[in-house]
Nanobody
Framework: EVQFVESGGGLVQSGESLRLSCTAS????????IGWYRQAPEKEREGVSC????????YYLDSVKGRFAATTDNAKNTVYLQMDSLKPEDTAVYYC?????????????????WGQGTLVTVSS
């Protein structure tokens, strides 16, 4: 069974930083890309970043480029999302999921296996 456990969310002020963690189990970690997604209240879920654990290549939503950075610890099957210069519009529940393929501007749909997410709230 594929499982993801996200953590690291919290309440911060605008301009501050957070680091999210996502630990995967039940999948061959380096055979997939791992995506970070977020869903704000009354909005659709959107992809924030996508990283290949095997190559380290990363892709980002335009609005977070230069502020967010995804990395992996393959020994721990864990993906991190370092979020700097946070803005109120970054407020959302953040999830991770396995993705078959990512490229610049085009991500395959994620596998339908989601964790509970972690809430990020950025106050102005």
């Amino acid at each position: 069974e594929v499982q993801f456990v996200e953590s690291g969310g919290g309440l911060v002020q605008s301009g501050e930083s957070l680091r999210l963690s996502c630990t995967a189990s039940g999948i061959s970690f380096e055979s997939y890309y791992i995506g970070w997604y977020r869903q704000a209240p009354e909005k659709e879920r959107e992809g924030v970043s996508c990283i290949s654990p095997s190559s380290g290549r990363t892709y980002y939503l335009d609005s977070v480029k230069g502020r967010f950075a995804a990395t992996t610890d393959n020994a721990k099957n864990t993906v991190y999302l370092q979020m700097d210069s946070l803005k109120p519009e970054d407020t959302a529940v953040y999830y991770c999921a396995a993705v078959g393929f990512c490229s610049e501007g085009s991500w395959a749909p994620p596998l339908d296996a989601w964790g509970q997410g972690t809430l990020v709230t950025v106050s102005s």
